[in-house]
């Protein structure tokens, strides 16, 4: 890929980003597609969001991805937020066209899960009540589940969540609780997944949320940790024969839904998940 005069500049603020994946994922792409794009990284002191904002619009950058901690904050400097983005309350994409701020990572977490089964009409679980959990809770119900369960250490913060979604009118039935009630509510779930931090890159040998003897064959089992590929939590699902979804798809999903709105082209996925996990060094 040669950096050109017409070379569209497309890239990722946030405070620190030197250790983001999305650089390598998003050349490989348009390295694949012969597209005349480069994705840089910008460390942006919280004091300076606004600024950086004008200047990328100024300097005709395409699109940006928003990390910690400005994906609330830079809200406030775009023209138009995307329906779901504005009820999660966070935006980690923008398209420069329109100045529209959209959230992928809740759909990165649904194409994960759905490369496995449908969402629709499923009974659902999901661990934390943090942001990760607020972004997909908000796209699990809009792709028609039928029950949301959020369990959280804190459960007043689930209960809030819990409301937030209900109020949104994409789903009738959303319930919250401590996670300690874990075992009960996989029962008859179809579908759980943890957006807690347990099990994560040094932790883990962590104890999982769930044992294999909650599980059942049919559950599909989500991990939003990417590093180990295989946390403890997935290892008890495949100790269960459930179905194993790993995080490292939702960060694939997220970058190629981003992909999508800033160049209007279908991402070479493929070519986007092998690059992610040579930088992640997973085979
Ligand atoms: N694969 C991906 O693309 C992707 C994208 C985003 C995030 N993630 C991962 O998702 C995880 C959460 O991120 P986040 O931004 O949502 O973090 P966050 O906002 O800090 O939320 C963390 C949640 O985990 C719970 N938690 C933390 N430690 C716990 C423990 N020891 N026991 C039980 N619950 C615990 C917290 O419960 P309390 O409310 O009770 O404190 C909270 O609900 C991280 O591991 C992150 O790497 C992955």
């Known amino acids: 890929m040669k950096i050109k005069g017409s070379t569209n500049i497309v890239g990722l603020i946030g405070h620190p980003v030197e250790h983001s994946f999305s650089p390598p994922m998003h050349n490989a792409a348009f390295k694949k597609l012969n597209m005349d794009y480069a994705y840089v990284a910008f460390d942006v002191d919280p004091s300076n969001l606004k600024t950086a904002i004008d200047g990328a619009r100024a300097l005709n950058v395409k699109g940006f991805n928003v990390t910690i901690p400005h994906k609330i904050h830079v809200m406030e400097y775009l023209d138009e937020i995307d329906e779901v983005a504005g009820l999660i309350g966070a935006v980690n994409t923008i398209d420069f066209k329109n100045m529209k701020g959209y959230n992928t990572d809740g759909i990165g977490a649904v194409k994960a899960i759905e490369e496995v089964t449908s969402i629709k009409n499923k009974n659902v679980v999901i661990a934390g009540a943090g942001g990760a ?3 997909i809770s908000f796209y699990i119900a809009k792709y028609g589940a039928d029950k949301l369960t959020i369990l ?3 459960v007043e913060k689930a209960q809030n969540l819990a409301n937030d979604v209900l109020n949104s009118n994409l789903i009738g039935n959303v319930a919250a609780d401590s996670i300690g009630k874990i075992s009960n509510c996989l029962n008859d779930a179809d579908i759980l997944i943890d957006t807690t931090p347990i099990g994560m890159h040094p932790n883990i040998d962590d104890e999982a949320i769930a044992k294999s003897e909650d599980m059942h064959s049919d559950l599909v089992v989500f991990d939003a940790v990417y590093n180990p590929n295989e946390t403890v939590l997935l290892k008890e699902a495949i100790k269960a024969q459930a179905k194993p979804v790993y995080g490292i798809k939702m960060l694939l999903y997220q970058g190629a ?4 709105i800033w160049t209007g082209q279908e991402p070479p996925v493929d070519e986007m998940e092998k690059a992610l996990r040579e ?5």
Not at 279 to 283: A, E, F, G, I, P
């Open 133 to 135: 959990s607020r972004a």
């Open 152 to 154: 959280n250490r804190n």
């Open 257 to 260: 839904e981003s992909f999508k």
């Open 279 to 283: 930088t992640l060094k997973l085979q």
